[in-house]
């Protein structure tokens, strides 16, 4: 019994890593492909960065889903 309850903390921990390097990828890749929009369109900056933030703000709510979802399954809350 002890072993499956490792194998679920286990999983749970490596899930909740994966979802902060996901984030991570996901908002350098969503600042750099912003940066290279507004060095060729300095004008389109204002254009550019309201929904750049946004997308990244929404990025950071489904990684923080992913790691409270992990520490749910650690303490086992729900089950």
């Known amino acids: 019994m002890l072993s499956f309850l490792l ?6 921990v490596i899930g909740t890593g994966l979802a902060a390097i996901g984030a991570g990828i996901g908002i350098g890749l969503i600042g750099g492909n912003a ?3 507004i060095s060729r369109q300095p004008d389109a900056s204002d254009k550019i960065t309201a929904p ?7 990025v950071e709510v489904i990684a923080l889903g992913g790691v409270v979802a992990g520490l ?3 303490f086992g809350v729900g089950g």
């Open 7 to 12: 194998l679920d903390v286990g999983l749970a």
């Open 52 to 58: 750049m933030i946004l997308l990244a703000a929404l």
């Open 35 to 37: 940066m290279t929009a």
């Open 72 to 74: 749910l399954v650690v």
